[in-house]
């Protein structure tokens, strides 16, 4: 199973970008958004479950959409109202319904300067 992410940017305070992800194959509960800055632990952005369920880090809430669709193995991210604490390596994660496997993309880059 390969996780692809992909649209991550530099992109002025107040802007949007769009993140994408696909997964190659695999059944899942659920796929997401965490993100990592530069000197912090890595955390929880946004997660869409197979139901249909989203939660998100309180921090993103008005701001940031996660949507998708699990059954077709695609989840995107709508980010709003970037600020520069946003800035961070952006990671698509997958866990699996049988076994409760997780799977990792590669990270994007996501980059809030004026």
């Known amino acids: 199973v390969q996780l692809q992410a992909s649209g991550g940017g530099l992109v002025q305070p107040g802007g949007s970008l769009r993140l994408s992800c696909a997964a190659s194959?695999?059944?899942?509960?659920?796929m997401g958004w965490y993100r990592q800055a530069p000197g912090k632990q890595r955390e929880m952005v946004a997660i869409l479950s197979s139901d249909g369920g989203t939660n998100y880090v309180d921090s993103v809430k008005g701001r940031f959409s996660v949507s998708g669709d699990i059954a077709k193995r695609t989840v995107y991210l709508q980010m709003s109202s970037l600020n520069i604490e946003d800035t961070a390596i952006y990671y698509c994660?997958?866990?699996?319904?049988?076994?409760?496997?997780?799977?990792w993309g590669q990270g994007t880059q996501v980059t809030v300067s004026s």
């Open positions: 994660k997958a866990n699996t319904i049988i076994g409760r496997r997780e799977y």
């Open positions: 194959a695999g059944i899942f509960s659920m």
